[in-house]
């Protein structure tokens, strides 16, 4: 893996895990709304390891992207995996054969999952596997006790080393706390979509990571006359901006923003190394 200085620096999730802020989200390697194979494997295999060049040590994943397509890519591309490479993964969902996404929370439906992780990875132990838990954009009420405690299990077996939570709320992390540690939360965030301000702050003073997802909205870019307006100015494309103004949010934020494409790859990585402090008054009102 080449040392390469990336934007944001990196953020110590736990002793043994310190990743670049800037990360690589595998969704987009799989085919059409992450269901299937790609069009091109090869060019998804180059983006990963484009990605490992650039200096990028985390790479989001999960075993439903296909399903099994992005892990299985992931381990052709890699492996065998750098030592400082950390692969968080994600489990609480499943694909049926129409391509719906299905809540899989059951005991036996988690732990298979992690299984099925670690044998489409080639890995002995997942370095962070996050249980995802509510709706698409927003949590579901109620308590994940009994699914967080399987996983928890699985970590005490040495399965997992780190736990974190996706699509919950305060009150579902602080009960996940109460059962066993978690070093990262994945929620719906993004420039103007900034429901979880409070829960951000609150995560950055207990050193734990928060890692958006969609950042731009979704899959079809964000739209914003003002952040239109400040990358024109800035000379870069609405993305880069929204992507640099996730890094200067907070020092706890993780980006995963995903490419099938190298080129693309490298204009995120370097459009979040813009630093737009002048505009970020301006930036910030986009929410209101």
Same mark, same amino acid.
């Given at each position: 893996?080449?040392?390469?200085?990336?934007?944001?620096?990196?953020?110590?999730?736990?002793?043994?895990?310190?990743?670049?802020?800037?990360? %690589?989200?595998?969704?987009?390697?799989?085919?059409?709304?992450?269901?299937?194979?790609?069009?091109?494997?090869?060019?998804?295999?180059?983006?990963?390891?484009?990605?490992?060049?650039?200096?990028?040590?985390?790479?989001?994943?999960?075993?439903?992207?296909?399903? %099994?397509?992005?892990?299985?890519?992931?381990?052709?591309?890699?492996?065998?995996?750098?030592?400082?490479?950390?692969?968080?993964?994600?489990?609480?969902?499943?694909?049926?054969?129409?391509?719906?996404?299905?809540?899989?929370?059951?005991?036996?439906?988690?732990?298979?999952?992690?299984?099925?992780?670690?044998?489409?990875?080639?890995?002995?132990?997942?370095?962070?596997?996050?249980?995802?838990?509510?709706?698409?954009?927003?949590?579901?009420?109620?308590?994940?006790?009994?699914?967080?405690?399987?996983?928890?299990?699985?970590?005490?077996?040495?399965?997992?080393?780190?736990?974190?939570?996706?699509?919950?709320?305060?009150?579902?992390?602080?009960?996940?706390?109460?059962?066993?540690?978690?070093?990262?939360?994945?929620?719906?965030?993004?420039?103007?979509?900034?429901?979880?301000?409070?829960?951000?702050?609150?995560?950055?003073?207990?050193?734990?990571?928060?890692?958006?997802?969609?950042?731009?909205?979704?899959?079809?870019?964000?739209?914003?006359?003002?952040?239109?307006?400040?990358?024109?100015?800035?000379?870069?494309?609405?993305?880069?901006?929204?992507?640099?103004?996730?890094?200067?949010?907070?020092?706890?934020?993780?980006?995963?923003?995903?490419?099938?494409?190298?080129?693309?790859?490298?204009?995120?990585?370097?459009?979040?190394?813009?630093?737009?402090?002048?505009?970020?008054?301006?930036?910030?009102?986009?929410?209101?």
């Amino acid at each position: 893996m080449r040392s390469t200085k990336l934007p944001g620096g990196t953020f110590t999730m736990a002793e043994d895990l310190t990743v670049t802020r800037m990360g %690589y989200g595998a969704m987009q390697l799989a085919g059409p709304h992450v269901f299937g194979p790609p069009a091109d494997r090869d060019a998804a295999v180059a983006v990963l390891r484009e990605a490992v060049r650039l200096g990028i040590n985390h790479i989001d994943t999960a075993d439903f992207y296909g399903p %099994y397509v992005t892990n299985q890519i992931i381990r052709e591309a890699l492996h065998p995996y750098p030592d400082e490479l950390h692969i968080v993964t994600k489990v609480g969902s499943l694909r049926d054969a129409e391509g719906n996404w299905l809540p899989a929370l059951a005991p036996e439906q988690l732990r298979q999952a992690v299984y099925d992780n670690l044998d489409h990875l080639g890995l002995d132990a997942l370095d962070v596997v996050n249980l995802r838990v509510g709706g698409f954009d927003r949590p579901t009420p109620g308590s994940i006790a009994e699914p967080f405690t399987v996983l928890a299990q699985l970590q005490q077996e040495g399965l997992i080393k780190h736990l974190g939570l996706s699509t919950v709320s305060a009150e579902q992390i602080a009960e996940a706390q109460s059962i066993a540690p978690i070093v990262c939360v994945q929620n719906f965030y993004n420039i103007a979509n900034r429901a979880d301000d409070g829960l951000i702050d609150s995560l950055a003073a207990q050193g734990i990571a928060y890692v958006p997802y969609f950042p731009l909205g979704g899959f079809s870019p964000l739209q914003s006359e003002e952040l239109n307006a400040v990358a024109t100015r800035l000379d870069a494309t609405p993305m880069a901006v929204a992507l640099a103004w996730l890094l200067q949010r907070s020092p706890n934020i993780l980006l995963i923003p995903g490419t099938s494409s190298v080129a693309h790859l490298r204009e995120n990585v370097a459009g979040a190394a813009l630093t737009p402090e002048d505009e970020l008054a301006e930036l910030n009102n986009i929410a209101s």
